[in-house]
C-alpha cells in the first residue's frame, strides 16, 4: 500500500471529513490529517484472500458477523479514523453505533471483535500506533500481516521474513 500525503492539506475535524472524503477512495484521518492509502495488487491480493477466508468461516458458523468493504475505525474524542484493511463486524452491535448509518463508522470494540492490517510500507503505523489504538479501543483481536517482512527487527525478528502477528486485547474477554 502506498500512503499519499495530500499537498496543503489542512487540519479538519472528523465530522468535515465525512463531508469531504470523497466516495470510492481510501482515506484515514490521523490527527485531524486526512491520508490517502492506495494499495498494490500484492496488497490487494492478500486482503481478498483474508475476506475469503474469514467469509467463509462466517457462513460455516453461522455468525451474525459481516466484512465490509470500507467501514472506518474512529476512536473516541480524538480526529482519527482508520480504515482496516479487513474488519469483522458484529451485526447486532451496530444497533448502538452513532455514526455507522450516516458514515460506516464504528467507535466502540464491542462492535469489531477482529481487525487486520496488511503491512505495506507504513508498517510502523500497523505494529505501533494502530495496535496502541485498536487495543484502547477494546477491539478484541488485531492481526499484522506482514507477509514482505517488511516490519523492523523488534517486531518480527531477525533474519526478517514474513510474519502473521496476532494480538489479543486484554481490555475484553472473547467468548
Not at 502506498?2 to 475535524?13: E, S
Not at 458458523?61 to 480524538?78: G, I, R
Request: charged share 20%; glycine share 6%.
Amino acid at each position: 500500500m502506498v500512503t499519499i500525503p495530500l499537498p496543503d492539506a489542512q487540519l479538519m475535524t472528523f465530522a468535515e471529513f465525512i463531508d469531504w472524503k470523497p466516495d470510492n477512495r481510501r482515506y484515514e484521518l490521523h490527527h485531524g490529517t486526512p491520508i490517502e492509502r492506495q494499495p498494490t495488487g500484492d496488497h490487494e491480493a492478500v486482503i481478498s484472500f483474508l475476506n475469503l477466508a474469514l467469509l467463509l468461516e462466517v457462513h460455516r458458523l453461522q455468525q451474525p458477523f459481516l466484512l465490509p468493504k470500507q467501514a472506518l475505525v474512529k476512536l473516541p474524542d480524538e480526529d482519527t479514523a482508520y480504515l482496516p484493511d479487513v474488519v469483522l463486524l458484529n451485526r447486532p452491535a451496530l444497533t448502538y453505533e452513532p455514526l455507522w448509518k450516516k458514515a460506516s463508522t464504528v467507535t466502540q470494540g464491542t462492535s469489531a471483535p477482529l481487525v487486520i492490517e496488511v503491512v505495506s510500507t507504513n508498517w510502523r503505523d500497523d505494529y505501533g500506533k494502530k495496535l496502541v489504538d485498536y487495543e484502547s479501543l477494546g477491539i478484541p483481536e488485531y492481526w499484522i500481516v506482514d507477509y514482505l517482512g517488511l516490519g523492523g527487527r523488534r517486531y518480527i525478528g531477525s533474519p526478517k521474513q514474513p510474519t502473521l502477528s496476532i494480538c489479543a486485547s486484554s481490555k475484553m474477554n472473547i467468548k
